[in-house]
């Protein structure tokens, strides 16, 4: 029984596993490595990637991406009449990744390790815990994004150094500076942003090419808005000191133009290459390290890729970043190395590794001193502490006769509580005295896979109190958590053997609304054909029709950006 690597991510998510030979990808159904993290449900019946990513433009209303950015939050989506959370839609992301890796592996699989920006918070990490258990998966642990990519880059291999991880995923930022040394891996610096990615570049660009003709991008029909984000999404990816290129857009059936070189491309998103500068320096900051003293800077996530970005990390950190993996699948190999760890494999036997919290945890206290009353943070574990790690803090009651004290807990860097992200309460009763005579410790605990316990004792009686934080407003209890994995259950995926072919055809119908003239002819004709041959299944005739609709697509891919 294998143990899945999951990269749970904001645009695609792949799996691995590991074998004797190292980590290995898993194919989807359609033979990719890459699953589109993107849901459609039509009639009760689910897509899930490619199929689905095919339908956002057909289909918006009925089709999901994105939803990694609202993991930790109540926001619910709406889908065909049906609402999903967060972890519900990853769920679905999850529960075909898995399915697709038993069909691959012949193995069942019920237990995973799967991977999370270094900068989720608590909720957000719960969150994704429990979409691995509605998915049918025991999670094992929850490995840091840049983490799992140290894995998979084999720092474990390489000579003694400092190594930082840049991790420019779809939707979130994560910098990790790792040492290397006597087999031992430790992470002495984590920072991040959850809400910069690709996803936020691509919006920059779109609201540029709005912004200069005076559209209203509210006022924009999603179809055509999906349109534009297609076109923009495709010139993201062509960033370069020489690109010079033209594109063309429609809205409310007229044209505009935006002539889109490395100027205009900047231009857009100044603001987020700026933005991505403060995390970097703060991992350094905190780590106490010039970047001189690196030995290597690596870059993961797909839009690592862009180069005004790598320009900026060049100029920034002064050497060029490494890119000897793929970055879009070195964090699914990295969870692979991960379980290949879990397992105890011989291979890892003689490695260790280490991670931090990337966020101070502490309580609140009451300062009754003027000018400043109020309620502050009193930090327990520091932000980048190497983890597992338990602190704790001796705090003493602050009214005379007090009888009972809440303990709440905060995650966060401001000296405000009001300021810090509130994820857990514990309340102890304590003997009535008078003000200051009653102590309590309060030692918070962080696990490997970033989950939080917090335990209270009271001095003179002695009585503890315990809890793991688990307290978000997203939390399930066992009974909600089984009518959920009931609702999902509920959504059956179309056939296997046919998803190839409904891919193509949604691409084929996708292509069809953005083009215009001859090129529609073409592919209303090539798609009836195709058509016609599912229908009498006959298997040269689809093999032939298919083959001859796939060149027909690619030309006219292949037309539009040259």
Known sequence: MALLGIDL????????????????????????????????????KLSVGEVAKAQLYNQPKATIANFKRLMGSNQLSKIENKKLSPAELSALVLRSLKEDAEVATGQTITEAIISVPAYFNDS???????????????????????????????LHEKPEGYFLILDLGGGTFDVTLIEYYDGIMEVHASAGDNYLGGEDFLQALVKKALWDHELAIEKIDPSELEKI???????????????????????????????YDSDWFNAACAHLLLKAQRPIRQALNDANLAPQKLDEIILVGGSSRLHPFRS???????????????????????????????????????????????????????????????????????R?????????????????KQKQIEVNIFQGENPYVSNNIHIGKLNVSVPAAPAGEEAIDVRLTHDSSGIIEAD???????????????????????????????????????????????????????????????????????????????????????????????????????????
């Open 9 to 44: 991510g904001t645009t695609n998510s792949a799996c691995a596993i590991w074998t004797e030979d190292g980590p290995k990808l898993v194919p989807n159904r359609l033979g990719a490595f890459l699953t589109p993290s993107v849901v459609h449900i039509e009639s009760s």
């Open 124 to 154: 957000q990490r719960i969150a994704t815990k429990q979409a691995g258990e509605l998915a049918g998966l025991k999670v094992k642990r929850l490995i840091n994004e840049p983490t799992a990519a140290a894995l998979a880059f084999g």
């Open 229 to 259: 984000r297609l076109q923009f999404e495709a010139a993201k990816r062509q960033t370069g000191p020489n690109l010079k290129e033209i594109i063309s857009f429609e809205v409310k059936g007229k044209h505009y133009q935006i002539n």
């Open 312 to 382: 900026m990390v060049s100029k920034l950190l002064g050497r060029l970043p490494s890119s000897q993996i793929d970055p879009d699948t070195a964090i699914a190999l990295g969870t692979a190395v991960q379980a290949g760890l879990a397992a105890k494999d011989k291979a890892l036997d003689d490695f260790v590794l280490t991670d931090v919290s990337p966020y101070t945890l502490g309580i609140d206290i009451l300062n009754q001193d003027a000018p400043h009353k109020g309620s502050y943070f009193l930090p327990i574990i520091e």
């Open 384 to 400: 980048n502490t190497t983890i597992p790690t338990s602190r704790v803090q001796t705090v003493y009651t602050a009214h005379d």
């Open 456 to 562: 209270v004792q009271v001095h003179s009686s002695g009585k503890k109190v315990s809890t793991v934080i688990e307290q978000s407003a997203n939390h399930l209890s066992e009974k909600e958590v089984q009518e959920v994995i009931s609702k999902i259950q509920a959504l059956k995926f179309h056939p296997r053997d046919n998803e190839a072919n409904r891919e193509l055809q949604a691409k084929a119908e996708m292509t069809y609304s953005s083009s215009l003239g001859e090129a529609r002819e073409y592919i209303k004709q090539h798609l009836g054909q195709f058509q016609a041959a599912l229908e009498a299944q006959d298997e040269r005739n689809i093999a032939s029709a298919k083959e001859e609709l796939e060149k027909l697509l690619e030309f006219i891919e292949e037309q539009e950006w040259t």
